[in-house]
């Protein structure tokens, strides 16, 4: 199958080298062609350039005028935790009238809420209920997703969302990375006996998830009233031992050295970050560790932004991502996670793409094939409705101006 897409108003984040991620002042650089076509064949990107030498279509190609639209890769969404039982909507009012993060978990609230509705729901309509969220991503341009479990907290739990997730990643052609979170809290029983949980994270749960190659990365939350950093030491040696790479939450609400030990543990990223120490951004320097901000997730429970100027100031890279789950960011749209960024974070557009791209490709491993426009890599594309330069997409926050979504050299929505 042959896709030809003509007159681009905006072939946007072009890269004839593959990169594998873009640090400090590089974020600000966002490689575009005007007036231009995109040539795809079966799942892969095969040419590009300007309409000047556009290659004639045969009779086999399908053509897409996209005259007035702007082209870019789709959104690389390197943290979400979409396989969730139910909403939480009852918290989010708690929220509007006084009660904090910490003050709903410790009401029974937080992420032992939806552990409680996981362990109840069975695994067709986990199924049936994560799938209608991934469509909906698919929709407004997510062409790769990681996702979490997380919420089971029980090796049963824990193994019907890595099911799930596995499942997901079967029957839809969106790339779908996945990560072993066990370690997201305690369950009430072990909530005197941490090295107890711990203990059978690492002697029942790792080994079966390993097993049946349940999970690329492994994630804690590392965070004050949760698992601190030398049991996170611990659960990052563990998953290293079955060759889980860690992907670590740190930093959301206090520093407490989580970061160095995540660079020391060569974590692919360290996700959060709201609260950053001058510590933390030296441990992040000459490291292989990407920072991911997960903007939507500060909006929505109202903390700090992570400090992106700072980040970047420090020749840092930086991703963004949704963080979707029920109870901090109850959204999957990559198009507001742009918008909130820029608004924000002060993140120019060419900062916020190249974040919601090739550095969200990279924060999931997949940068050598996801992220950019460059010749031989993966198909994944997305065409904007009619707008008037790429800058519309943060600006017009709120709306999708996302208007066809092309996955695998396929059109998809
Ligand atoms: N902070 C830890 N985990 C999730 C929230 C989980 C929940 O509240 O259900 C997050 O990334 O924001
Ligand atoms: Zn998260």
Redesign the pocket.
Known sequence: MTILIKNIKQLVQVRDTSVAKVSGEEMGVLPILENAYLLLENDKIIDYGLMAVCPEATTETQVIDATGKCVLPTWCDS?T?LV?AAN?EQ?FVDRINGLS?EEI?NKGG??L??VKKLNEIPEDVLYLESKKRLENSIKLGTGAIEIKS??GLTTEGELKMLRVIKKLAENFPIKIKSTFLAA??FPLEYKENHKGYIDLIIEEMLPKVAQDNLADFIDV?C?TG?FSVEETKTIMNAGAKYGLIPKI?VN?FTAIGGIKACVEHQALSV??LEIVTDEDIEALKNSSTMPVA?PT?SFF?QIPYTPAREIIKAGLPLAIAT?Y?????PSGNMNFVVATACIQMKMTPEEAINAATINGAYAMGISDEYGSITRGKKANIMITKPINSYYELPYSFGDNLIELVILNGTIIA
Do not use: K, M, V, W
């Open positions: 943290h935790h969730y939480r918290e993060y978990a937080g992420i809420n939806s997380g919420y997201h809290a939350f965070e949760y939450h959301q996700d959060h997960l997730c429970i963080d789950n029920p109870g901090t960011t």
